[in-house]
Each structure stands twice: as structure tokens, then as C-alpha cells.
T-cell receptor, first 117, second 109 residues
Framework: GAGVSQTPSNKVTEKGKYVELRCDPISGHTALYWYRQSLGQGPEFLIYFQGTGAADDSGLPNDRFFAVRPEGSVSTLKIQRTERGDSAVYLC???????????????FGPGTRLTVL | ELKVEQNPLFLSMQEGKNYTIYCNYS?????LYWYRQDPGKSLESLFV?????AVKQEGRLMASLDTKARLSTLHITAAVHDLSATYFCAVDLYNDMRFGAGTRLTVKP
């Protein structure tokens, strides 16, 4: 079956612009996560959705970052007024958490490499 | 503040040798995961450890979890070049996972 997909794979933008990153989770996975990975670092948690609602958005660095998952499947991470420091790989993951699964093994997408010039 | 510390961060080893990567964490959790990441690629799940004393093995890799010591290990037996990658441990905090900084493994012939 299909894994987690993310589009675009690469995004280059200019400082101050708005970007949207899309994540398509594994079918049937109710939980969806966004992470940010800077070069040489481990993934850093941004936000977690259970169904349509953001169950935990404590990792979003500031109010320029926002994410939605209106129908409980596809999610979009939105970044306003991008800054050079936002440059990173943005990873999406999904899991069966909350669907009767006893644990939270997350399956990751290929990521979107965002470069802010 | 929760800390997930891996060591070593960089590991260069000869083919055929054995080595252990350590993952220490500073909070109570009985669920820990190991992932592999190849350059420019996403994360691939290797092991899911769900209880104290859990041990999982796959090929030349074996992972274990000691929740009392808040320590997980990833043991490499008779390393081969194909194992070259970055390995991450991640602690399950219910709503999210906290990752270590990763161990970049290079296996040389």
C-alpha cells in the first residue's frame, strides 16, 4: 500500500513569502504529525493531529506557523512571512494511534526541503 | 526539560566489528523507537520497544530497552557497509516523540 506522501519535495522561496506544505498520510491512520529537521539534527516535533483537530501544537515555534487537517486525512502546514531560519526539511508522519493501536509507531514521509533565500 | 541523548554522535567502524550505540533519556517512558535515515531520505522504522526488558533483533542489529535506567541500546554485530546511515532513537511521550540527535555510522571496508 502507499506510504506517507509529501509535496512538494523541494520548495525554494524568498524571505517574507508564504508557503504551504502538503502531507498525505497512510490511509486509515488517524494520527498525523509534523516535524522539522535541520541539518545534522534529529526531527523536532511541531504539531500532532488526532482526526481533524490539533491535539498538541506546542512545538510550533511561533504564530507564523499554522497547520490544518480539515477532513481528517490530508494536512497542510502553512508558514507566513518566511524567514531564512525556517529553512529545513519538514517531515510528516502518520500512525494508528487513537485507532485501538497500543503504541505509536510513526511512519514518515519523504519530507519537503524548504529553502528560504 | 526532557533530554534524549545519543552517543556516540559519530561512529566510524571497520566491517566485521561490533559496536553499541546508546540512547539515554530523562523522563518516564516505556516506549522507545529506533529509526534509520539514509542521506537525503526519510526515516525508516527499525524497532519498536514497548516494555522494560524488551529486546528485538533484525539481522545484524539488536535493540534493547531498560526503562528503569532510562536507557536503550542498539547493538551492531559484524558490521557491513550497508549499515552506514544515521540512527535515531525516539522516546514516545504520548502526543509526540522526542528524538535524539542521531548517530552517524560509517562502516569502512
Amino acid at each position: 500500500g502507499a506510504g506517507v506522501s509529501q509535496t512538494p519535495s523541494n520548495k525554494v522561496t524568498e524571505k517574507g513569502k508564504y508557503v504551504e506544505l502538503r502531507c498525505d498520510p497512510i490511509s486509515g491512520h488517524t494520527a498525523l504529525y509534523w516535524y522539522r529537521q535541520s541539518l545534522g539534527q534529529g526531527p523536532e516535533f511541531l504539531i500532532y493531529f488526532q482526526g481533524t483537530g490539533a491535539a498538541d501544537d506546542s512545538g510550533l515555534p511561533n504564530d507564523r506557523f499554522f497547520a490544518v487537517r480539515p477532513e481528517g486525512s490530508v494536512s497542510t502546514l502553512k508558514i507566513q512571512r518566511t524567514e531564512r531560519g525556517d529553512s529545513a526539511v519538514y517531515l510528516c508522519a502518520s500512525s494508528l494511534k487513537g485507532s485501538g493501536s497500543g503504541y505509536n509507531e510513526q511512519f514518515f514521509g519523504p519530507g519537503t526541503r524548504l529553502t528560504v533565500l | 526539560e526532557l533530554k534524549v541523548e545519543q552517543n556516540p554522535l559519530f561512529l566510524s567502524m571497520q566491517e566485521g566489528k561490533n559496536y553499541t550505540i546508546y540512547c539515554n533519556y530523562s523522563t518516564t517512558s516505556d516506549r522507545l523507537y529506533w529509526y534509520r535515515q539514509d542521506p537525503g531520505k526519510s526515516l525508516e522504522s527499525l524497532f519498536v520497544l514497548l516494555s522494560n526488558g524488551a529486546v528485538k533483533q533484525e539481522g545484524r542489529l539488536m535493540a534493547s530497552l531498560d526503562t528503569k535506567a532510562r536507557l536503550s541500546t542498539l547493538h551492531i554485530t559484524a558490521a557491513v557497509h550497508d549499515l552506514s546511515a544515521t540512527y535515531f532513537c525516539a522516546v514516545d511521550l504520548y502526543n509526540d516523540m522526542r528524538f535524539g540527535a542521531g548517530t552517524r555510522l560509517t562502516v569502512k571496508p
